[in-house]
Protein backbone atom coordinates (compact mmCIF):
# COMPACT_ATOMS: atom_id res chain seq x y z
CA UNK A 1 0.00 0.00 0.00
CA UNK A 2 1.58 3.76 -0.80
CA UNK A 3 0.16 6.65 1.35
CA UNK A 4 1.04 9.67 0.37
CA UNK A 5 1.80 12.52 2.86
CA UNK A 6 1.75 16.23 2.42
CA UNK A 7 3.49 18.24 5.20
CA UNK A 8 3.98 21.96 5.33
CA UNK A 9 7.08 22.40 7.18
CA UNK A 10 8.12 25.54 9.34
CA UNK A 11 12.14 26.92 8.49
CA UNK A 12 13.18 25.16 11.67
CA UNK A 13 11.44 21.79 9.93
CA UNK A 14 8.47 21.44 12.59
CA UNK A 15 5.92 20.29 11.07
CA UNK A 16 3.25 22.67 10.79
CA UNK A 17 0.53 20.93 8.86
CA UNK A 18 0.24 17.16 7.47
CA UNK A 19 -2.63 14.97 5.28
CA UNK A 20 -2.05 11.80 4.57
CA UNK A 21 -4.01 9.90 1.72
CA UNK A 22 -4.02 6.49 -0.15
CA UNK A 23 -5.52 8.55 -3.30
CA UNK A 24 -2.89 9.28 -4.95
CA UNK A 25 -4.81 11.99 -7.30
CA UNK A 26 -5.92 14.11 -3.76
CA UNK A 27 -2.55 14.03 -2.52
CA UNK A 28 -1.38 15.78 -5.26
CA UNK A 29 -4.37 18.35 -5.41
CA UNK A 30 -3.70 18.78 -1.29
CA UNK A 31 0.51 19.53 -2.41
CA UNK A 32 -0.17 22.18 -4.80
CA UNK A 33 -2.54 23.89 -2.17
CA UNK A 34 -0.14 23.60 0.44
CA UNK A 35 2.39 25.29 -2.06
CA UNK A 36 0.12 27.54 -2.77
CA UNK A 37 -0.87 28.76 0.72
CA UNK A 38 2.58 29.85 1.76
CA UNK A 39 3.61 33.84 0.63
CA UNK A 40 6.95 34.42 -0.91
CA UNK A 41 7.86 35.89 2.30
CA UNK A 42 7.20 32.48 4.13
CA UNK A 43 9.27 30.64 1.68
CA UNK A 44 12.34 33.08 1.61
CA UNK A 45 12.33 32.38 5.36
CA UNK A 46 12.38 28.72 4.46
CA UNK A 47 8.79 27.20 4.87
CA UNK A 48 8.42 24.45 2.53
CA UNK A 49 5.31 21.91 1.16
CA UNK A 50 6.16 18.56 1.02
CA UNK A 51 4.72 15.39 -0.96
CA UNK A 52 6.42 12.16 0.35
CA UNK A 53 4.93 8.56 0.58
CA UNK A 54 5.82 5.56 3.06
CA UNK A 55 4.33 1.87 3.23
CA UNK A 56 2.14 1.81 6.26
CA UNK A 57 0.19 3.99 8.46
CA UNK A 58 2.25 3.78 11.24
CA UNK A 59 5.17 6.14 9.65
CA UNK A 60 2.74 8.83 8.90
CA UNK A 61 3.15 11.58 11.85
CA UNK A 62 0.17 11.61 14.28
CA UNK A 63 -0.90 14.66 14.37
CA UNK A 64 -1.68 14.08 10.28
CA UNK A 65 -5.47 13.88 9.16
CA UNK A 66 -5.99 10.74 7.91
CA UNK A 67 -7.73 10.55 4.33
CA UNK A 68 -8.89 6.81 3.57
Not at 17 to 39: D, P, R, V
Not at 49 to 64: D, G
Request: charged share 20%; with cysteine.
Amino acid sequence: MTIWVNEQLDPSGLLYACIASCNQQAAQECHKSFEANLTESQKAQGWVARLRTVNSWEEVPVTALKLN
